[in-house]
């Protein structure tokens, strides 16, 4: 069993990892996000990326997830969390909420999305009934509890091609689809780890009111602030370390 973290816009950096190893290795599929770094967090081996690059320079859409996916399991990992910041769409999803999604609902378009890209012999086929390992989402959640915060167990995670935040109407179709909350990287990543038979959960903070939410009665919802937006990664980013380091000690 070997852990890998998957930071973002939120946990860019883990402060108490010991590196022992950085890699910048090439694939087949291309080149990955940035530096990988091998490591310890206490007594554990842990792998670390981050998938928008190490000076965040690549936007959701540019992301090699293939290259980025294929790394981490020629350095043998079996266990994959991602850490997202998302937007809140259903009542219970408010700002600073921890939310450990169990469903997703793909509306990205135009990502290479799979490592079945007609160079083999046959179609392969994986089921992606539940896109979350549950053993994973179990520990994100007593990770939380830990801390003692309040985390949201299920979820239906909305994925969209971004850079840019959604419309109004895009998000009122989202939540008439059953969507709980937006972010723009859990896919492809989630798939190619099923491709890849690499255990994968997402851990998500809700950093912001979706468009169109969050209004108060007949008051109208204020639009997004992105300074509000990092004002919170930057809130969670330490939470999200000690979460972390929670994650570490309940694995295996």
């Known amino acids: 069993m070997k852990l890998a973290i998957i930071g973002g816009s939120l946990l860019g950096q883990i402060h ?9 290795i090439k694939t087949p599929f291309g080149q990955p996000s940035d530096t990988f770094f091998s490591g310890t967090i206490g007594d554990a081996e842990v792998i670390y990326f981050n998938r928008h690059g190490n000076a965040h320079h690549l936007a959701p859409h540019q992301i090699n997830y293939r290259a980025n996916m294929f ?26 909420t921890w939310v ?93 780890a099923r491709e890849l038979d690499m255990n994968y959960a997402t851990l998500s903070l809700v950093v912001n009111w979706a468009a169109g939410k969050g209004g108060d009665g007949d008051q109208k919802p204020e639009i997004i ?8 990664i930057a809130e969670g980013n330490e939470t999200s370390e000690k979460l972390v380091k929670n994650i570490v000690s309940l694995y295996g």
């Not at 108490?16 to 910048?24: G, M, W």
């Not at 989402?137 to 959604?166: D, F, H, N, S, W």
């Not at 602030?225 to 919170?232: F, H, L, N, P, Q």
């Open 16 to 24: 108490d990892f010991t590196i022992v190893a950085e890699e910048r």
């Open 71 to 96: 790394v981490l399991k020629l350095l043998e990992v079996t266990d994959v969390i991602a850490v997202t910041a998302v937007g809140g769409i259903s009542d219970k999803m408010s700002p600073m």
């Open 100 to 192: 450990v999604p169990d469903q997703i609902i793909d509306y990205t378009y135009g990502r290479m999305q799979t490592y079945n890209d007609g160079n083999d012999k046959e179609v392969k086929h994986i089921d992606f009934s539940y896109p979350f390992e549950e053993d994973l989402r179990e520990q994100l959640q007593a990770a939380v509890k830990i801390q003692g915060l309040e985390c949201m167990p299920r979820a239906t995670y909305g994925v969209t091609q971004g850079p840019r935040l959604e419309t109004i109407a895009e998000i009122q179709r989202m939540h008439n689809d059953g969507c709980d909350i937006v972010g723009m990287t859990a896919m492809p990543e989630a798939a190619l």
């Open 225 to 232: 602030s992105m300074d509000e937006i990092k004002r919170r």
